[in-house]
Structure formats: structure tokens, C-alpha cells
């Protein structure tokens, strides 16, 4: 069974320019979860689908970030424009169930630079 | 969310055991306790969870006390590939919202040969 994948694996780009992750959970999980750790700090989370609708957002840092999952598959993560404080790595993770017993299945994660 | 406290770091040699212990004194009667780990240039890695009786698995396992204030991870004998920062995460149960896992700092294990 594939994991939670993420493309690309790393990303370089210039401040102003824009970005889209994107993450293709594992098949059936309907809820996706991204995080993003910036350097020094602590994994934070950014949002929650729950199929193709917004759970939870509240960890979206500012109108910058725009995230989708139309048909509650694959999801991206757009950055428009970027900043360089939005440099660090941003996590997907899909999970069966939004409940407290189960685990969440992650990705590799994006290595975002902006430079 | 519940806060949970673990000590930022721990040395192990290999093959001996290795006991994480993590603190949750706010630990609300619904939530899971979750055990994460990440290795380098990796994403963070499920371990283990538990509710209230110990729980074991192929990768380690889970000693949660009575009142559940506490618990601790074991890794039965760790090798150079345990080598990892450990979260320990409370996650809400069913009427919890979004039940998104609340990182900490972790613990930061080194394992020596």
C-alpha cells in the first residue's frame, strides 16, 4: 500500500515568486492534516480537510496560503506570494479517522526555500 | 490543547533498553496518549498510542500510570536506527475538534554503539 506522498521533495524559490505542494494521502483517509516546521522551531499545523471541506484552518499563518482538496483526494498547498520567512518544511499527513485513537500516516515531507 | 512535557534529550547504548518518560497532568479523560517519532530528513513516524492499559507493539511500548498523568515509552532494545526525536502527543477523542496532533519539543534520543 503507498504512503502519503508529497511532491516536490525540495523547492527553491524567489521571494515574491509562488508555490504549490502538493500531497496525495493514502487511498480512503478522508482527513488530511498539513504541518509545516520552520527552522529552530516546532512542528506546527496549518489546516485540516475532512474530505473536500475545511475542519479546521486555524493554523494557516495569513492570506498567503491557500490550500485545497477538490474531490477530497490529493491536496495542494499554494504560497502566493512568498516570503522568505516561509522557508522550513512542510508535512502532509492523511488519517482514517479524525478520532483521538487513530494514527496519523505521514509524509516526507517539502523542503520549501525562499530565497 | 493538553500540554505534555518531556525531557529535551537522552542517551542509550545500544541494544538496552530505552525509557521515555512524557508528563500530561492535564490529560483530559477522552484523550489518546500518541507517541511519534522523527528521524532525520524524514517525516515524524507513528509509534504507539494507548488510552488507559499499557499497550504493546512491534516497534516499542507503552507503560500509561493509573491516574494517567503520566507514561513512558520503551524501546526494548534500541539500535542505531531508534536514533529520533520522540513526541509525545495528547489527541482528543470523538467530540474533539479536528483532533490535529500538537507537537512539543520532544525528546531527542542518541543512541551509542
Known amino acids: 500500500e503507498a504512503g502519503v506522498t508529497q511532491f516536490p521533495s525540495h523547492s527553491v524559490i524567489e521571494k515574491g515568486q509562488t508555490v504549490t505542494l502538493r500531497c496525495d494521502p493514502i487511498?480512503?483517509?478522508?482527513?488530511l492534516y498539513w504541518y509545516r516546521r520552520v527552522m529552530g522551531k516546532e512542528i506546527k499545523f496549518l489546516l485540516h480537510?475532512?474530505?473536500?471541506?475545511?475542519?479546521?484552518e486555524s493554523g494557516m499563518p495569513n492570506n498567503r496560503f491557500l490550500a485545497e482538496r477538490t474531490g477530497g483526494t490529493y491536496s495542494t498547498l499554494k504560497v502566493q506570494p512568498a516570503e522568505l520567512e516561509d522557508s522550513g518544511v512542510y508535512f502532509c499527513?492523511?488519517?482514517?479517522?479524525?478520532?483521538?485513537?487513530?494514527?496519523?500516516?505521514f509524509g516526507q515531507g517539502t523542503r520549501l526555500t525562499v530565497v | 490543547d493538553a500540554k505534555t512535557t518531556q525531557p529535551n534529550s537522552m542517551e542509550s547504548n545500544e541494544e538496552e533498553p530505552v525509557h521515555l518518560p512524557c508528563n500530561h497532568s492535564?490529560?483530559?479523560?477522552?484523550?489518546?496518549i500518541h507517541w511519534y517519532r522523527q528521524l532525520p530528513s524524514q517525516g515524524p513516524e507513528y509509534v504507539i498510542h494507548?488510552?488507559?492499559s499499557n499497550v504493546n507493539n512491534r516497534m516499542a511500548s507503552l507503560a500509561i500510570a493509573e491516574d494517567r498523568k503520566s507514561s513512558t515509552l520503551i524501546l526494548h532494545r534500541a539500535t542505531l536506527r531508534d536514533a529520533a526525536v520522540y513526541y509525545c502527543?495528547?489527541?482528543?477523542?470523538?467530540?474533539?475538534?479536528?483532533?490535529?496532533?500538537?507537537f512539543g519539543g520532544g525528546t531527542r534520543v542518541l543512541v551509542k554503539p
Open positions: 487511498s480512503g483517509h478522508d482527513n
Open positions: 502527543i495528547l489527541r482528543g477523542g470523538p467530540k474533539a475538534a479536528g483532533n490535529k496532533l500538537t
Open positions: 492535564t490529560i483530559s479523560g477522552t484523550d489518546y
Open positions: 494507548g488510552l488507559t
Open positions: 499527513a492523511s488519517s482514517p479517522k479524525g478520532q483521538g485513537e487513530a494514527e496519523a500516516f
Open positions: 480537510f475532512v474530505k473536500e471541506s475545511k475542519q479546521d
